[in-house]
Structure formats: structure tokens, C-alpha cells
């Protein structure tokens, strides 16, 4: 089976940096996906990772270390838009081709 | 980018009552779709893999006679959830994916179900 562990909850202040941490255990791992959802919408996409290592797309950066199953996410330069929730899910081949999601961090930015 | 069109966004009905859900993927093709479902604070819950042309693969705990999924064409997946009760209230998402092994899946706006 799959198991995905994320914080419940996180807090920062504007202009700040925050990290989201994600560990993960799975039979296939084939990708390691990020996606913010704001309450009452759908999730959007932010990253992907299959390699370890850093993927860096503007503020939002994702970093992957599949030896550790580990991966964070990086917010910087918050913005008060910023305060969502952020999932973490992974693709396992043992699981087919859909992504299985933890439970998802939520992200409050205060001014 | 991407666009997945899920329709309607908001279902309130009776009790017994049989609602679809309709996933479009509208600037791909998707020959694999899938249904989420999410009570408030949760996460997503996979219920089901649908392909293009073929049966759709549920998730354990999924009643398959309850939620029918159609998937006609590859732009086109419907969710049916059938006589359905106040605990099936919930937001209910459906995603796309392009081919290829990088693709991400890409999410409709949600149904939020309500059951009276």
C-alpha cells in the first residue's frame, strides 16, 4: 500500500519562507506531484519530480529525495493569496496510473 | 494550459434521487480519467480509474452499482451517482491526463453534492 505523511497545519507571515515537508512509502514510486487547493475549489497543479533533486518554477520550488522517500515543498516570498492547502501525492505503479494524495498541509499567511 | 470542464458545480436533490456528473478534458485527450471524492477537511479519495472504451476500475469500498461510470470517448467521462442518501453529500472531482509518463493530472472545478 501507499502512505503519505504531511503536517497538518503550517503559519507564516507575508514576504516570508515556508516549507512543506512530505514523506511518503510505496511499492512503485513513479512521481512525486505538489498541488495547491483553495477551500471550496479543485487542486491546481504546481510541480512534479521523478529525479531527486531541486525543481525551482518562480516563488514555489519542490525538492526530491527518493532514497529518503522525502520531498518539500518551498513557498517563498509569501503572499497572503498563498494561504490554501497543499497536497502532496504520488503516482505508484503498484497503484496504476492515478495519484494518491495525503491529506494536505494548510497554509495560513498573515500580514 | 490544460483545462478539465466538470458540470454542474452544485447539485442539491431528494433523497433517492439519481444525479450525473459530466468530466470534460477540453484541449486533450484524455484516455484516462479519474473520480476523487473529498468530505471538508479530508483529503482526496480516489474512488475509481475510468478508460477510454472499457469498464472503469474502482477503488475498494467502492460500490460500483452505486457510483456507474461511463467513460464514451476520450474527451468525456460521467459519473452516476444513483438513488443516492444524505452520507453521499460530499465534493466530488473528477481529473484528466494527457498521455505520457511526466503528465500531470489536471482537475475539474468539482461537483458539491448535496443530499437532502
Known amino acids: 500500500g501507499q502512505n503519505i505523511d504531511q503536517p497538518t497545519e503550517m503559519t507564516a507571515t507575508e514576504g516570508a519562507i515556508v516549507q512543506i515537508n512530505c514523506t511518503y512509502q510505496?511499492?512503485?514510486?513513479?512521481?512525486l506531484f505538489w498541488y495547491q487547493q483553495h477551500a471550496g475549489e479543485a487542486p491546481t497543479f504546481l510541480s512534479y519530480n521523478v529525479l531527486d533533486g531541486l525543481e525551482e518554477k518562480g516563488r514555489f520550488s519542490s525538492f526530491l529525495s527518493r532514497s529518503k522517500g522525502y520531498s518539500y515543498l518551498l513557498l517563498k516570498e509569501l503572499q497572503m493569496k498563498d494561504s490554501a492547502s497543499y497536497l502532496c501525492?504520488?503516482?505508484?505503479?503498484?497503484?496504476?496510473?492515478?495519484?494518491?494524495f495525503g491529506k494536505g498541509t494548510t497554509l495560513s499567511v498573515s500580514s | 494550459g490544460a483545462v478539465v470542464s466538470q458540470h454542474p458545480s452544485w447539485v442539491i436533490c431528494k433523497s433517492g434521487t439519481s444525479v450525473k456528473i459530466e468530466c470534460r478534458s477540453l484541449?486533450?485527450?484524455?484516455?484516462?480519467m479519474f473520480w476523487y471524492r473529498q468530505f471538508p477537511k479530508q483529503s482526496l479519495m480516489l474512488m475509481a480509474t475510468?478508460?477510454?472504451?472499457?469498464?472503469?476500475?474502482?477503488e475498494q469500498g467502492v460500490e460500483k452499482d452505486k457510483f456507474l461510470i461511463n467513460h464514451a470517448s476520450l474527451t468525456l467521462s460521467t459519473l452516476t451517482v444513483t438513488s443516492a442518501h444524505p452520507e453521499d453529500s460530499s465534493f466530488y472531482i473528477c481529473?484528466?491526463?494527457?498521455?505520457?509518463?511526466?503528465?500531470?493530472?489536471?482537475f475539474g472545478d468539482g461537483t458539491r453534492l448535496s443530499i437532502l
Open positions: 475510468s478508460n477510454e472504451g472499457s469498464k472503469a476500475t474502482y
Open positions: 484541449d486533450f485527450q484524455a484516455t484516462t
Open positions: 501525492a504520488v503516482r505508484d505503479n503498484q497503484a496504476g496510473t492515478a495519484l494518491i
Open positions: 510505496t511499492s512503485g514510486f513513479n512521481g
Open positions: 481529473s484528466a491526463r494527457a498521455r505520457g509518463g511526466g503528465q500531470p493530472q489536471h
